[in-house]
Nanobody, 119 residues
């Protein structure tokens, strides 16, 4: 059974930093696209950052220069380093894995971790 378990969320003051982790079990992520999404109350879920199997990354404009996505295939884990956090970064952050097997696309989501940026 595939599981994505996020950790590292919490309460932080504006300007602070957090590092989110997403550990995958039941699958190997080495060749998969992985991403972080977030959803604030009354907002749609939005893409924050994505990393492809070759290491190429892309980011939402609102987080460019502040957030960094990375992966450790040996640990089956993806990370999101968040610096210079702002109140508008407050949301539930979700880990996402996209896997292609024999031409079929499979999508997996974590349960989410709350990030609150407030003084």
């Amino acid at each position: 059974q595939v599981q994505l378990v996020e950790s590292g969320g919490g309460l932080v003051q504006p300007g602070g930093s957090l590092r989110l982790s997403c550990a995958a079990s039941g699958i190997s992520i080495s060749f998969d696209t992985m991403a972080w999404y977030r959803q604030a109350p009354e907002n749609q879920r939005e893409l924050v950052a994505r990393i492809f199997s070759g290491g190429y990354t892309n980011y939402a404009e609102s987080v460019k220069g502040r957030f960094t996505i990375s992966r450790d295939n040996a640990k089956n884990t993806v990370y999101l380093q968040m610096n210079s956090l702002k109140p508008e970064d407050t949301a539930v952050y979700y880990c996402y894995v996209e896997k292609v097997v024999l031409g079929s696309l499979y999508k997996y989501w974590g349960q989410g971790t709350q990030v609150t940026v407030s003084s």
